[in-house]
């Protein structure tokens, strides 16, 4: 069975701190694909970033960087110089490869508070 | 750009009622799936259509059915409704290729209070 732990509750840092959410993963599958989701206090789940099992390259996007490690089965989101509008809840997610779709299972969140 | 669209936004029933849940996938999506998220937790895996055939099946309640029609829309409808019924219900609609597939993206949610 597939599982995502997200040992993190809640963090809370001031603005411009770097901050680390962790994720660690477990699945028998040899080809999976790994999520990031934001969830703002208005509800929705934005999409912020899918690597798949082969492609261990870190990955930077603004102030926003992956760093995936298949040796530990973690995939850690880094949040640089941190912004109040960066807080929200964050999701790690683990997709199984089925023949008709790639249902999420989702770690349990990280809530991430940003005061001034 | 088109994004999935979820109908109600806001629904408000009693005890035993049924609830219909409507979500719009994006243009040219050929798989939707519908997560159930408790306050305070993670959205769980309901249930995933292809191409309008049912695909995969998680927690759903018995009470709970979906189905995808042709223009691929899907609705989600959950009888008798429970107290414990009250959540953010997402839909989330994704391209499948050869069997691998694409992010999903998440539509707004139907928040369901059952009173």
């Known amino acids: 069975a597939q599982k995502v732990t997200q040992a993190q509750t809640e963090i809370s840092v001031v603005e411009k701190e770097d901050v680390t959410l962790d994720c660690v993963y477990e699945t028998r599958d040899t080809t999976y694909y790994l999520f990031w989701y934001k969830q703002p206090p208005s509800g929705e789940l934005v999409f912020l970033i899918r690597r798949n099992s082969f492609d261990e390259q870190n990955e930077i996007s603004g102030r926003y960087s992956w760093n995936f490690q298949k040796s530990t089965s973690s995939f850690n989101f880094t949040i640089t110089a941190s912004q109040v509008v960066d807080s929200a809840v964050y999701f790690c997610?683990?997709?199984?490869?089925?023949?008709?779709?790639?249902?999420?299972?989702f770690g349990t969140g990280t809530q991430l508070k940003v005061e001034l | 750009a088109a994004g999935v669209i979820q109908s109600p936004r806001h629904l408000i029933k009693e005890k035993r009622e049924t609830a219909t849940l409507k979500c719009y996938p994006i243009?040219?999506?050929?798989?939707v799936y519908w997560y159930q998220q408790g306050p305070g937790q993670d959205p769980q895996f309901l249930i995933s259509?292809?191409?309008?055939?049912?695909?995969d099946k998680g927690s759903i309640p018995d009470r709970f059915s979906a189905q995808q029609f042709s223009d691929y829309h899907s609705e989600l409808n959950m009888s008798s409704l429970e107290l414990g019924d009250s959540a953010l219900y997402f839909c989330a609609s994704s391209l499948v290729l050869r069997g691998r597939g694409t992010e999903a993206f998440f539509g707004q949610g139907t928040r369901l209070t059952v009173v």
């Open positions: 259509f292809y191409e309008k055939m049912q695909s």
């Open positions: 243009p040219r999506h050929d798989t």
């Open positions: 997610a683990l997709s199984e490869v089925t023949g008709g779709g790639n249902k999420l299972t």
